[in-house]
């Protein structure tokens, strides 16, 4: 089974800051695909960015870019000049199953705070 | 594109009680999906559904949920006896073939008394 951890149970950082969010995984499979989620205290969850086992480049989304390291099996979140807005929980997870199935597993997530 | 959309928004009710909850897709994914979400942990998956084909159900998914997506559209997920275990946020996505990424309704939160 695959397994997504992410350590930093809360994060601090100071608007218009950089932060890294880590995110370490665990599968078999040689084709896999990493997700990252923001969810706000109104609890949606909202896709981020997505990074595919095979590409070989970082996946950038605007603000958001992936930090991926296959042979470390990480998938670091970075968020350049940080807001206030960005102050929400975070989860890394990884799709498992067939290409057609898909279901996500998560890890248990990182609570960032942006302070002014 | 309206997103996933989930009625109710949230729901109280007594031990025993039978509770449905309602998720809308996007209108042109074909892929359902059902999580719950306790507090302090990431989703965990239910059940999914291509069409109006149920595919998958996790082992957390006990005797008493039961799920349905007649015609392929909107899904419901019933929960019967509910127990106090069973609070949780029930979060629904959606997903387009051939693309990867499953988007979330803003889930329904349910408080089990």
């Known amino acids: 089974a695959q397994k997504i951890t992410q350590t930093q149970p809360g994060m601090f950082v100071q608007e218009k800051e950089a932060v890294t969010l880590d995110c370490t995984y665990d599968?078999?499979?040689?084709?896999?695909?990493l997700f990252w989620y923001k969810q706000p205290s109104s609890g949606e969850m909202i896709f981020l960015i997505y990074?595919?086992?095979?590409?070989?480049q970082n996946a950038t989304e605007g603000r958001y870019s992936l930090n991926f390291q296959k042979a470390r099996k990480s998938a670091n979140l970075v968020i350049s000049a940080s807001q206030l807005g960005d102050s929400a929980m975070y989860f890394c997870?990884?799709?498992?199953?067939?290409?057609?199935?898909?279901?996500?597993?998560f890890g248990t997530g990182t609570r960032l705070l942006v302070s002014p | 594109d309206t997103g996933v959309s989930q009625d109710p928004r949230h729901k109280i009710t007594k031990r025993g009680q039978n509770v449905t909850f309602r998720c809308d897709p996007i209108?042109?994914?074909?892929?359902l999906y059902w999580y719950r979400q306790t507090l302090g942990q990431g989703p965990e998956f239910l059940t999914y559904?291509?069409?109006?084909?149920?595919?998958?159900k996790s082992r957390l998914l006990s005797d008493r949920f039961s799920a349905e997506r007649p015609k392929g559209s909107f899904s419901t997920l019933e929960i019967q006896r509910t127990e106090q275990g069973d609070s949780a946020m029930y979060l629904c996505?959606?997903?387009?073939?051939?693309?990867?990424?499953?988007?979330f309704g803003p889930g329904t939160r349910l408080t089990v008394l």
């Open positions: 996505a959606s997903r387009r073939d051939s693309y990867n990424e499953q988007f």
């Open positions: 599968t078999s499979d040689q084709s896999y695909g």
């Open positions: 990074q595919g086992s095979y590409d070989e």
């Open positions: 997870a990884m799709r498992e199953g067939q290409r057609g199935f898909q279901k996500l597993v």
């Open positions: 209108s042109e994914h074909n892929r």
């Open positions: 559904f291509q069409n109006e084909a149920q595919l998958e």
